[in-house]
């Protein structure tokens, strides 16, 4: 019961929680029919698992789906460097820029049917996504940390590093099939 629980204890999400992400392969698929995703990386992908850093992950998950990044994080410059399409933007204003439905992405190309959020504070992530829960109701929003987050539209539930580690090896494996 505990991994699904929100980790800040004393904050109430309502009625309406995340489903839980148990599986890499329905992730990847839900991930897959998602369209236009953008994904909101925060300064923790610098932070490196056991194998390689957690930018690596968001590098090849971005790849994978040909998503667009928002970034204040100092792994900008290697999204760059690897041709992705990525914008210096801070979380929040991010987020609110998908909450205006005149806002064309950052490349102009139409509005975002989905939002990826890693690398973030948890109380950061949890506030962009109650914003995004009660005024981007259209979006899916998913969360790709280590603890479950009530207020994205899929969660991983709470996990130790290791089995983090795994399911975004396999998430990443899943997605370039």
Sequence with gaps: MWRTEP???????????ARVLEKPGLAASMLKRA?????????????????????????DIAEALNAHIATTSL?????RERGLTVAWLSPIEAAHRVTDPDWMGLDGKGCY?????MGLPYYMSWLIFSGLKNFAMNVRTV??????????SWSLRNLTTEEWEKFLDELVEKLKA
């Design 113 to 117: 049917k989905a939002v990826v959020v």
């Design 143 to 152: 969360s790709l940390d280590r603890f479950y987050q009530p207020h994205a």
């Design 75 to 79: 792994a900008y410059r290697s999204f």
């Design 35 to 59: 369209g236009r995703v953008l994904m909101i990386v925060g300064h923790r992908v610098s932070e490196a698992l056991s194998s390689r850093p957690v930018s690596d992950y968001v590098a």
């Design 7 to 17: 980790w800040l204890k004393a904050e109430v999400p309502g009625t309406k929680k």
